[in-house]
Each structure stands twice: as structure tokens, then as C-alpha cells.
């Protein structure tokens, strides 16, 4: 679960809900940071990479520490604070809560699950796509609206619904629309292909209807997931399409880096369905084809970490992340750009791709919550075949580097170079990628055999 981007922190000393609780969680745990002394606590809130969306604090410190704790954790940063309570004799009034600055309590917990029911309390799910309703603008005229305010959504990835949830447009020319359905509308059976037959390739929505199509697509992507459903990778590179999107047009807002987190969550979770499958690489390559570069790296990034030995959850979704984010420089300024084969690229094009690893280690540093893997993997990426080529990479930046050389060359190429990526490229890099790689690859035509 993680209703938020980020984590929750427990602090406590009741000795056997100390015990329970950390049968439950530990540290790879993805949304909870459990410390003893209030003293640990105000460490890991003094650090922004810590992402400290709320805080349990147990009363067994005692009334005034915990009230004096409140006072400074509310200086810290507008963060909700809930008390545990370990007896029901207890139990706060309302009037005490307020007191103490505390937003609610959870009485006796028995573990996780508990801290668990009433963060989702605090953090309901914030998009309903129900909540959309029919636009002002009227259907089949052609009208006069911003380019800028617009996200395109492929057409043949459009039909996940009966019933049209937003209002959605055909771009006809720059800063030109034409509305074609309203929310609410029923698709007709062969609406995309309509579309995808006059050569559309995608149909715009509005960015602020578009978060809520990805939660539309998150949700299609962890219920396909649950149900090991034969287009679960089609349906998680979707989302990571979707993400990557609005992560280079919109931004890194809370709103998208919460999906990109469920993004990498659901690869992690499919990566290990299809580990021992022959085969299930290939359908991953197939489903990754037409998803944009930074999903496709992200995805292949996993891939690769698990081969190499990754496995928790976390790890994988750190590199998953650095892959997610590695061009993110060149997104926030172009909406498409080249595929970046340094030798193709002349101009202003030219001068992007050498300042983008540069200014996306500063886009991320200036963020301040990105784990340094992060940043040095966005540094580092294209630092091998660059001046610096002699100096030293961390694994996860040669993880990274190497998932986009194999989308540039091989995924995504029109004229795939399978051993001159193999042979050649990773001749530059730890000779485990190269074997992990090969690894990978030698499932695949097993099966196709
Ligand atoms: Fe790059
Ligand atoms: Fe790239």
C-alpha cells in the first residue's frame, strides 16, 4: 500500500507493541520507519530525502514529551501526527487530542495492519475519475485552445472503459482542437479503430482531467497484475507510458511521482511473475515497444537489476526510478526529442544532450528528496562514452546507462543492432551486465525455438 509518496514514521516503546510490530516490518519496509527515541525521530525528520508524510507517536513517552514533540514536528513541516494508545483507560477525548496537536489516535493496535486502516484514513484515495463531468466546449466544433494544456493519450490504448470518463479532443492543427466526446459518453465498438485508420496515433486530454486517467490505468494495471491476466505487462507498460508522460510534460508534482512509485511497484511485482518464464521476456519487449523512452528504460532497468541479483523491492524500484528520471532535463524542455544517438544530433539538439544529465542532477538535487543512487545514476548515464569515460560508475548508474543503450539500440531501434550493443557497448561496462543481458536474451530465443 501507499496512498502517499513517501513514508510513514512510528515512534515507539511499549516493549510488545515494539515486538509485534517489527515481526511486521523492517527494513525494506515501503511505507513504514519505526524508531525507539523521540531523539532518532527528529534525525530522520531533519533529512527531506526521509519523505515523512505522517507520524505515529506513541503516548508511552509520556504526555508533555509528546505534546513538546508535536510543537516541534509541526515546525518542522505541516505533517499529521497520530497518537498510539496502548490502553483503552487511555483513550483521548477529543479535547485532549486537540491539545496535544494531534490529528486522531489509534487505540491498542495489534501491528501494521492497524497503523496500516488508519493511514488510509488520512490519505483517501484523492482521484475518483467519476468526478469528471461533461467540459464546456461543444462536440464537432473546431476550437481555439492551448497546446500547452493538453496530454495526448495513444488511441489504440484508449478503450479501457464501456463509458468515456473525460472529455476528449482531436488535435487538428497547433494550438487547434476539435472536442469529439464528452464525459459520459459511450465508446462505439470500433472507436479506436475509427481512429488508429485515418493515421491517428492520439487523442488528447486535458491536463487536468489527464491524472485522472492515470489513476483509471493504475488501477487497470494492479487489477490485471492481481489477476495474472495474459496482458499484464501491456497493461503496466501503459501505465508507465502514461507516467512518463506526465512526468516530462507536467512535472514532478506529488500527484505524478505517487504514480510513477505505483508504476515501479507493479513492474517489481511482474518482473518476478514472469523470472522463470520463457518466453516472458520477449512479450515484455513487445509490450515495451511503443511506450515512451523513460518507461521503457525503467522497465528494462528492473529486468536487469533482478537478473544481476536485486531483490528487494526497494532496490528495484530506486534503479527503476533513476531509469524513470535519467532524461528527465531533456522532457522538461522538449515534449518529443531525437533518440538521443549522440552522432544523429546537430544544434540546439545537440547542445540539450550535452547539458541533460548535468541539469537533471540539478532538477533532482534542488527537489531534495531523491535518494543519491538517484542522482548519481542520472550523472553518470551517459558518462562512459563521454570526456570522463575513465572514471569510476556505481552499478546501478551501469544499469541505467545500459538499459538506454539497449532501447536506443536494440527495443526501440528501427534496425535493431543486437551484437553491436552486446559486443560493442557493453564492452564498456562491468561484464556482469553483459552477462545478465545475454542471460535475458537467451530466454527469449529458447522459447522462440
Ligand atoms: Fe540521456
Ligand atoms: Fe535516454
Known sequence: MSSFFGHCLVIERD?????????EVDSTDETFLVTKTLADAFNILKRPQSRIKAIYVSL???GPDVTQFIIKAQEMGDIPVCVLVHQERLRLSEGELQRLGAKDQVVCPEGRDALLAQLKKLF???HNWAKISVSPEEKGTSLDLLDQDFMPIGTDAFLLTDKCFFNVFLRIGENRFLKILNAGDPFDSDFAEKYTAKKVSNLWVKKNEH????????????????????????RIAHLGDNVAKALGRVGLGEDNLLYADRFLGHT????????????GAQKLFEDL???EHPAAVSVIAGLLAQELGFESTKAIKIIGLAALLHDVAIYQKRAKFPLELVEDLTGEDLELFHTHAADGVKILTDMGIFEEAVIQAVAQHHQKHSIQAGRATTLISEIVAASDLFCHFVLNSPEPRLEFFLNRKLADYRPQIGDAFEAILKRKSRSAS
Open 15 to 23: 516493549i510488545f507493541f515494539l515486538e509485534n510490530l517489527l515481526k
Open 60 to 62: 508511552s513517552f509520556g
Open 124 to 126: 483517501p484515495e484523492r
Open 211 to 234: 491524472h485522472q486517467y492515470m489513476h483509471l490505468t493504475e488501477k487497470n494495471a494492479a487489477s490485471g497484475l492481481a489477476r495474472l491476466a495474459p496482458d499484464a505487462g501491456k
Open 268 to 279: 517489481v511485482s511482474y518482473l518476478r511473475q514472469i523470472r522463470t518464464k520463457d518466453g
Open 289 to 291: 515497444a511503443r511506450a
